[in-house]
């Protein structure tokens, strides 16, 4: 729509005022019989009407406020054109938006359908796989045999020292007395005892490490441990309150292993402090 500005001269005052009053007082016949002007000029009479008082309102307008006056052509049939336009678009695209709703509920609806189908043959299939491992698992041990009496007793002596190695006392300890007790004459028999003595000497339990300790050493061995062993045999004999057997044990140290490593006769000599050996 377009507006028009319209500043008049003083002149046009005059002319507008003393015209306009008597231009829109001319009345016009009531019926066409009584007119004397074509249909055309009738319109084009009422049009000239319109203007005139559309100008006498801007004159009285810009006399009162002394500012140019924005008039706004009356295009009521327009914009009412452009609104119903604008209502049908928005008509359409409510009836697309609801189409395409409709369609997403649906789809969800199939989905969520699906979705529990799917759960329960997963569930099905899970149990149905549950019930082949069970039956396939092989038959618990009986009573009484440890898992180390099944394999090579290379292989349990190597798991073993590896538990130990991880910090898994406990496994180590169960690992080892399960080797002793089932491989009792192998030739690393001496030294599983020898660490079944470590583990129980970590967790206190001294009696039970002098026993194993005193094992792994019967006989003297010539082995790298040994000497280690027969300082831990006097070390679990102090904390039983056995200070002379822990001497004694500690004086064959150097009779039995005069190479021994440095680190290992400095452990004795704190031992012979500890349990306060004669000289």
Known sequence: ???????????????????????????LPATPAEDPLDARDAR??????????????????????????????????????????????????????????ETATFELDQAKRDNALLKTQVQGLSEKLA?????????????GVTPAAVGDPTEAFTRARQLMLAGDYDGAEAAFAAFVETYPDHQRTAEARYWLGKT??????????????LAAIRGWPQASWAPDGVVELARSLVQLKRAQDACRTLAELPKRYPKAPANITSRAAATRTQAKCAA
């Open 131 to 143: 019930a082949m491992e069970q039956a396939a698992a092989p038959p618990a041990p009986s009573a």
């Open 44 to 101: 084009r009479v009422e049009r000239m009407e319109k203007v005139v008082r559309e100008l006498r309102a801007i004159v009285f307008q810009l006399r009162d406020t002394g500012k140019p006056v924005v008039v706004q052509p009356a295009d009521t049939d327009a914009r009412m054109e452009e609104l119903s336009g604008r209502l049908a678009d928005l008509e359409q695209t409510l009836r697309r938006l609801n189409g395409t709703l």
């Open 1 to 27: 729509m377009s507006r028009s500005r319209f500043v008049l001269p003083a002149l046009a005052f005059a002319v507008l005022a003393t015209a306009a009053p008597a231009s829109s007082q001319t009345p």
């Open 200 to 213: 129980l000497s970590v967790r206190g339990a001294h009696a039970d490490a002098a026993t194993a300790y």
